[in-house]
């Protein structure tokens, strides 16, 4: 049996597995901070009501599971349930936002994100607040939803109804 502890070998040997792991979890962190810039760009084109940006996000086979409707399928489908969903926010005036803690991790050409959303209306009061989750895939370079879902908590705490 050979030793990779003995002699020179050994401490070298471990340098270069501490400096490989460093680049790997450098690597990682990377592309983790690589998908949460594309949440940041869905967000604000969430917000000033572009439809054909935030769809761009997403892969041609995605599939956009948002609560209350059917699921939408493809990047097309995907754009026109969001150009609907944005002109419906933007008449009553509510505004999407991201926590600011979100998580991810990345595995080969596939990618994760989920953290907590908040809504707010014209005056600036929540008045959902709930979680999401998507998976990317990174396709020429980019990463792309592949699919894509969140869901309310219920109503804020704040809004719920008293208890009888």
């Given amino acids: 049996m050979i030793s990779i502890t003995k002699g020179f070998g050994g401490p070298l040997l471990g340098a270069l597995l501490c400096l490989a792991g460093t680049s790997a979890w450098a690597d990682e962190a990377t592309e983790v901070a690589a998908l949460h810039a594309v949440d940041q760009v869905w967000l604000k084109s969430y917000n000033s009501?572009?439809?054909?940006?935030?769809a761009s996000l997403y892969d041609e086979h995605?599939?956009?599971m948002a609560p209350g409707a059917p699921s939408a399928h493809g990047r097309e489908a995907i754009r026109k349930f969001l150009a609907a969903d944005m002109a419906e926010s933007a008449k009553a005036g509510i505004t999407f936002h991201l926590g600011d803690k979100p998580d991810g991790g990345t595995r080969g050409d596939l990618g994760w994100v989920s953290g907590t959303f908040s809504v707010t209306d014209k005056a600036g009061k929540v008045i959902d607040a709930g979680k999401y989750l998507s998976v990317s895939k990174k396709v020429g370079g980019k990463w792309l939803y592949f699919r894509d879902t969140w869901n309310s908590d219920g109503t804020p705490a704040a809004e719920a109804a008293p208890k009888k």
């Fill in 62 to 64: 995605a599939v956009l």
């Fill in 49 to 54: 009501g572009d439809a054909a940006t935030a």
